[in-house]
């Protein structure tokens, strides 16, 4: 194998899923933190369940994306013998949007609800869909990172591009419809309509 040419694929899979791993924990961190200072502020159960309901909605769904997020990517990576250098640094980047959710995370519900904030949070999350895409079209072209018998399909190429756009449309319409926020994300109950929608436009 000729250097900085493919190469095994084993360490990468094993030190991703440890990046992810410590990403969902690093969601509770915020929580932990919460907890503390209710205690000092003399608050019960319910009033630490209601004075930061914000923060909790927001682990839960972090967690969720992340786990999601995960889903895919062990999907895909499971059915590959080699990494190249492409998809090494695409998957790099694709990290990168991992451990920057708990930072956009600890944000909401903690601070006052801002444009920023909410292109920082839905942000994060269009960017590590927009990098997943690319990496099912990397594939698509790669067959030969592959491993023997198996195929990268274009139905998973739709899937994320759907998920990609619904994200894109969430983002939109919490910068620029009043009072919509983090609500907007309820649009990704549309990626599977969406993705067959694609999948047809594809052929």
Do not use: C, K
């Not at 062990?74 to 090494?88: E, G, K, P, V, Y």
Request: aromatic residues 10%.
């Amino acid at each position: 194998m000729s250097v900085g040419g493919p190469r095994p694929i084993e360490r990468t899979i094993f030190f991703t899923d440890a990046v992810v791993a410590i990403a969902m924990t690093l969601l509770i961190l915020p929580l932990l933190e919460a907890v503390s200072e209710a205690a000092r502020e003399g608050l019960d159960a319910a009033g630490f369940l209601r004075e930061h309901q914000g923060q909790l909605g927001a682990f839960a769904l972090s967690f969720f994306i992340v786990a999601l997020f995960w889903r895919g990517h062990d999907r895909m990576f499971t059915r590959l013998a080699l990494i190249d250098s492409a998809l090494f640094w695409l998957n790099a980047l694709w990290m990168l949007g991992i451990v920057w959710l708990p930072v956009a995370t600890a944000m909401v519900g903690s601070l006052a609800t801002d444009p920023l904030q909410l292109g920082l949070y839905i942000g994060t999350m269009l960017f590590t869909s927009l990098v997943m895409t690319v990496l099912h079209l990397l594939l698509l072209r790669r067959p030969g990172l592959m491993m023997a018998g198996e195929r990268h399909h274009r139905g998973e190429v739709a899937a994320s591009l759907a998920t990609s756009l619904l994200f894109a449309v969430a983002l939109t319409l919490a910068l620029l419809v009043p009072g919509v926020d983090y609500w907007s994300l309820l649009v990704l109950l549309l990626s599977f309509p969406l993705e067959l929608l694609i999948q047809r436009l594809m052929g």
